[in-house]
T-cell receptor
């Protein structure tokens, strides 16, 4: 099983809503990532979890709150978002090698629209 | 910081060869990746270089020169399905930073 599964595929929310994006992998990877991608732009790193601990936060606003309940699951909790937060949110996972990441496996993404 | 440069767009004919260059200046380096991304889809892994030299994988090859901060992705025998964005990405510890991507259009 070499899949990273993300739900939901599409999400529309208002600025006062609270919602969550979910990501799951069963490849035994111990690093998991959240990326944000705007149209015609490259993915931008938001958060990295290694061994279920938050290791990198790229100065992401607190209205985005990541959570890693176990080694297979990664959530991104959303609250009080702005319309400019509308984007494709990509989850990825990788093995952890000495000195860095291995190949990142990406999910298909959750397309978020904030009204 | 990270600075990763690649051309914005390239166009080539079906059956031809295209070379996408990537130059980088990064504070650390653990390897260079190339990803393919079709519009509206997730990036998919193409190649990984950590040592200098050429890695060949079917129709796709990737080259790295660490001393020059330079890599290229070579696409041979182009097919229409190769029309996509190609992303150069540099790994530093657990951070994978992407270049802006090169949109390749394959014409019949």
């Amino acid at each position: 099983d070499t899949e990273v599964t993300q739900t939901p595929k599409h999400l529309v929310m208002g600025m006062t809503n609270k919602k969550s994006l979910k990501c799951e992998q069963h490849m035994g990877h111990r690093a998991m990532y959240w990326y944000k991608q705007k149209a015609k732009k490259p993915p931008e790193l938001m958060f990295v979890y290694s061994y279920e601990k938050l290791s990198i936060n790229e100065s992401v606003p607190s209205r985005f709150s990541p959570e890693c309940p176990n080694s297979s699951l990664l959530n991104l909790h959303l609250h009080a978002l702005q319309p400019e937060d509308s984007a494709l949110y990509l989850c990825a996972s990788s093995q952890i090698h000495r000195g860095g990441t291995g190949e990142l496996f990406f999910g298909e993404g959750s397309r978020l629209t904030v009204l | 910081g990270q600075n990763i440069d690649q051309p914005t767009e390239m166009t080539a004919t079906e059956g031809a060869i295209v070379q996408i260059n990537c130059t980088y200046q990064t504070s650390g380096f653990n390897g260079l990746f190339w990803y393919q991304q079709h519009a509206g889809e997730a990036p998919t892994f193409l190649s990984y270089n950590v040592l200098d030299g050429l890695e060949e994988k079917g129709r796709f090859s990737s080259f790295l020169s660490r001393s020059k901060g330079y890599s290229y992705l070579l696409l041979k025998e182009l097919q229409m399905k190769d029309s996509a964005s190609y992303l150069c990405a540099v790994s530093n510890d657990y951070k994978l930073s992407f270049g802006a991507g090169t949109t390749v259009t394959v014409r019949a």
